[in-house]
């Protein structure tokens, strides 16, 4: 014969487990609510990081971050590009200062403007296109315009291709993740002050 408190016992782990199938539908329905992507928010937490760990870029990360940039859009798909890979700590020193080892300099170069072409924009897009990747691969990625004219007056240093310019410098690397990326960001202008909608 069954004994009541067994009876209980059965009972008790039913519910149990009906109520364990309920958190985790409820679970997943709640994070099916939520606004957004990884990808919006890769975009929407990251920020440009200043200070590096020296932990290096692994070479499958870096790949996967030019893959990236290859990929991006460009005017008339004439990919005006040129990415110089840059991880010798003695040249990196003389493109940005506090650069650590482990860091990795992609100078983005464009192809001299010819009819049509758009070069510093597509440029521009390829570089956040690795930017995004660098940050979406758990990196810190940092664009910098500044060391631009001294890369273009040491071209054979930087290995710049004939028919190009630098144009942007995107900086990658390993950072302390308890870095809270929220206090870090800076602040964005208000979308009032950016956005209109035609009415
Ligand atoms: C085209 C371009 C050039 C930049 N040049 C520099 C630079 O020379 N030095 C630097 O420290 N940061 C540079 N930055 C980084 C910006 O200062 C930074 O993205 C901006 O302040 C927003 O900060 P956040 O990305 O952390 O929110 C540059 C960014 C862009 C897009």
């Not at 020296?54 to 990415?83: D, M, Y």
């Not at 990196?92 to 650590?100: L, R």
Request: net charge negative.
């Amino acid at each position: 014969m069954v004994r009541h408190d067994e009876v209980i016992t059965a009972i008790m782990m039913r519910l149990g487990f009906l109520f364990l199938v309920v958190a985790l539908l409820g679970h997943t329905t709640l994070k099916a609510q939520e606004p957004g992507n990884a990808v919006t928010k890769v975009i929407l937490s990251g920020f440009s990081e200043r200070a590096y760990t020296h932990e290096a870029v692994t070479e499958e990360q870096l790949n996967l971050i030019l893959e990236c940039g290859i990929k991006a859009p460009s005017a008339r798909n004439l990919q005006p590009w040129k990415f110089t890979v840059i991880q010798d700590e003695t040249t990196m020193k003389e493109a940005i200062g506090n650069v650590v080892p482990g860091n990795v300099l992609i100078v983005v170069s464009g192809k001299v403007a010819e009819n049509g072409s758009t070069p510093d924009f597509d440029c521009g897009l390829a570089t956040e296109s690795m930017f995004v990747a660098a940050h979406s691969l758990g990196l810190g990625a940092r664009i910098y315009g500044s060391p631009v004219g001294p890369i273009n007056n040491q071209r054979e240093l930087f290995q710049i291709p004939d028919g190009y310019n630098a144009v942007v410098v995107l900086r990658i690397g390993n950072v302390d993740k308890t870095v809270d990326a929220v206090t870090a960001a800076t602040p964005r202008k208000p979308s009032a002050e950016i956005v209109n909608f035609r009415k």
